[in-house]
C-alpha cells in the first residue's frame, strides 16, 4: 500500500532546520525590501543574479558532498529552504532543475568529469540546466520518445524535437532522452541520456507563449547536433532506468502544491474579518488540505534524508506521484477559490498583489496537470501499486 512504513516523524523538524528557516526568511525578507526581486505566481522567474546570491549562501545542493560544491545538509533542510523560497515565490528558476534534478541524476550517473564540471557550478548557481523529455504527442509516455542519436566518430549526432522545455532559452545545457538504438519489442529499451549544449550548432529554439505574451515554455529542434562521448551521462541504453529515478525528486517536493500558496495568503488578507461563513468553510478546507499534503511530502524527505545516511534511498515514486496528483488539483482550487469568493476583473499588471496573482495562477494553473507527468499516467502509477497491493493480499 501507499506510505507502508513511512515514518512521519519529521512533522518536527530538527532544530538545524528551523534555525535554518529563520536564516532564509531573514535573507527573503531583504531581498522583498530591496526590490531586488519582485514575486510572480505560477511559474518562478529565471534571476540568474538572485540564484547566484543563493548559491553563495550554500542553499543549492545542500544534500551533495562537499567536494562537489555541495553541504552535506539533510534533505529536511532543503525541503525548509523550498518551502521558503515558495511562500513567496522568488525567482529560483535558473537554478531549480539543476538544484532538484539534474544534479541528483549526476551524482548517481555521471562521470567524474562531469562532476567536477557541472556539480560546483551549478551550486554557485551559475549553471542553468533544462530538461529535454517530452515530445509533441507523446504526452508523458516518455518510452515512445522520436529524438535519436545516431553513433558517429567521437560521439553522437542528435536529431528530433523536444517541446515544453521550460527556459531552454536561458538555460546553458539540458538533459537530452533520446534513442540510441533501434526499438526491438521492449520500448524501455535503447534510450540514453545526453547532455546536450543549448548554445551548439543544430540547436534551434522557440518559444511557447502563455495567452498573456509571458514565456518559459519552448520547442527544442535538434538537427544533427554533434554531443562528444563525454557527454552521455551513465550508460548508452541505461536512459529509461536513469530517468525514472529522477521522478520522485520532481514529484514529491513542497512545489507540487505551493506554487500557489502565496494566492492562499493574499486571499486571507482579501477576505479580512469580512469573511462569511462561505468564505471560511472554503478556506478552512483549503488549509487543512495543505497540512496534509505537507505532511505526505515531509514524510518522502524524511525517507530520503534517513535513506542518505543509511546508504539505502527506497523506491518512492509511487507516493510521489500520488503527492504530485493531489497537489495538481489543489493548486488549481485554490485559483477557483479566489475566483469565486472575490469579486474582481483580475489583470497581469495590477498594482493589487491579490489582482496580480489571481491573473497569474489563473493562466499558468493549468501547466500542473501536465508538468511532471500528466494527471492520467500519475494515477495509472498510483493504480498499478494499490492493484499489486491487492492480488497480493
Known amino acids: 500500500m501507499l506510505f507502508d512504513d513511512v515514518d512521519f516523524s519529521a512533522l518536527t523538524l530538527p532544530a538545524e532546520a528551523q534555525a535554518l528557516r529563520r536564516e532564509v526568511r531573514t535573507f527573503l525578507a531583504a531581498e522583498l525590501a530591496s526590490g531586488r526581486i519582485v514575486p510572480h505566481l505560477g511559474h518562478a522567474q529565471f534571476d540568474r543574479e538572485f540564484s547566484r546570491r543563493v548559491g553563495a549562501r550554500g542553499w543549492i545542493g545542500m544534500t551533495w558532498p562537499r567536494q562537489f560544491g555541495g553541504a552535506e545538509r539533510s534533505y529536511l533542510e532543503r525541503f525548509v529552504v523550498t518551502e521558503e523560497m515558495l511562500a513567496v515565490s522568488a525567482p529560483c528558476a535558473a537554478h531549480w532543475f539543476g538544484d532538484r534534478q539534474t544534479g541528483p541524476s549526476l551524482l548517481r550517473h555521471g562521470s567524474e568529469a562531469q562532476k567536477r564540471r557541472f556539480l560546483p557550478a551549478i551550486a554557485r548557481g551559475e549553471s542553468p540546466f533544462a530538461l529535454g523529455m517530452s515530445e509533441p504527442g507523446n504526452g508523458s509516455d516518455l518510452a515512445s520518445v522520436r529524438t535519436r542519436a545516431v553513433k558517429v566518430d567521437g560521439g553522437w549526432r542528435v536529431s528530433g524535437q523536444k517541446v515544453w522545455t521550460s527556459w531552454a532559452h536561458l538555460a546553458e545545457h539540458f538533459f537530452c532522452l533520446c534513442r540510441t538504438s533501434p526499438e526491438e519489442g521492449d520500448r524501455h529499451l535503447g534510450l540514453s541520456q545526453l547532455i546536450v549544449d543549448l548554445h551548439a550548432t543544430g540547436v534551434t529554439v522557440r518559444p511557447i507563449r502563455f495567452m498573456s505574451g509571458a514565456h518559459h515554455f519552448n520547442e527544442v529542434f535538434l538537427d544533427e547536433v554533434f554531443v562528444p562521448d563525454d557527454m552521455v551521462l551513465g550508460e548508452v541504453g541505461a536512459g529509461w532506468r536513469q530517468v525514472t529515478s529522477e521522478l520522485a525528486l520532481e514529484r514529491s517536493g513542497p512545489e507540487r502544491f505551493m506554487t500557489t500558496f502565496p494566492l492562499l495568503i493574499e486571499l ?49 515514486g509511487t507516493e510521489a506521484s500520488l503527492v504530485k496528483d493531489l497537489g495538481t488539483f489543489y493548486e488549481r482550487d485554490i485559483t477557483e477559490a479566489a475566483r469565486l469568493l472575490v469579486d474582481i476583473e483580475p489583470r497581469p499588471d495590477a498594482e493589487d498583489t491579490f489582482e496580480r496573482y489571481l491573473a497569474e495562477c489563473i493562466y499558468t494553473t493549468p501547466v500542473g496537470t501536465i508538468r511532471g507527468g500528466t494527471t492520467q499516467v500519475l494515477r495509472t502509477i498510483i493504480a498499478r501499486k494499490l492493484l499489486g497491493a491487492a492480488g497480493s493480499a
Open 268 to 316: 486571507v488578507r482579501r477576505l479580512g474579518g469580512t469573511a462569511d461563513r462561505r468564505a471560511r468553510q472554503v478556506v478552512g478546507q483549503l488549509t487543512a488540505r495543505f497540512h496534509a499534503l505537507r505532511r505526505m511530502s515531509l514524510a518522502i524527505a524524511f525517507e530520503f534524508t534517513r535513506g542518505a545516511s543509511q546508504r539505502t534511498m527506497r523506491d518512492l
